[in-house]
């Protein structure tokens, strides 16, 4: 890994986390019925499950990029709310 992609690498803050990681986290933190709300996808919706959501976000990549996009605004509020 050259300097540049290490540097790419430390700023991005999905970086090392897996699919699986940032599902579980929201579902976490929001439950299963808030996050069917805030993204509107038939496995967040109707029987969830982790297992059933990541077969679903490995081949839908705007969907994927819509929980990643939730999990960066989730830890933006966490952060807030610790100060």
Do not use: N
């Not at 790419?8 to 929001?30: Q, R």
């Not at 439950?31 to 976000?57: H, M, N, T, Y």
């Not at 939730?70 to 807030?80: G, H, P, S, W």
Request: aromatic share 10%; charged share 30%; glycine share 4%.
């Amino acid at each position: 890994m050259s300097t540049s992609e290490i540097g790419k690498a430390a700023k991005d803050p999905l970086h090392g986390l897996t699919l699986e990681a940032i599902v579980t986290a929201l579902v976490e933190y929001f439950g299963w019925e808030e996050l069917g709300q805030r993204i509107e996808i038939r496995c967040f919706q109707s029987d969830p499950s982790v297992a059933s959501s990541l077969k679903f976000l490995r081949k839908t990549p705007w969907a994927r990029a819509k929980v990643e996009s939730l999990y960066l605004f989730m830890r933006r509020e966490q952060a807030r709310a610790a100060r």
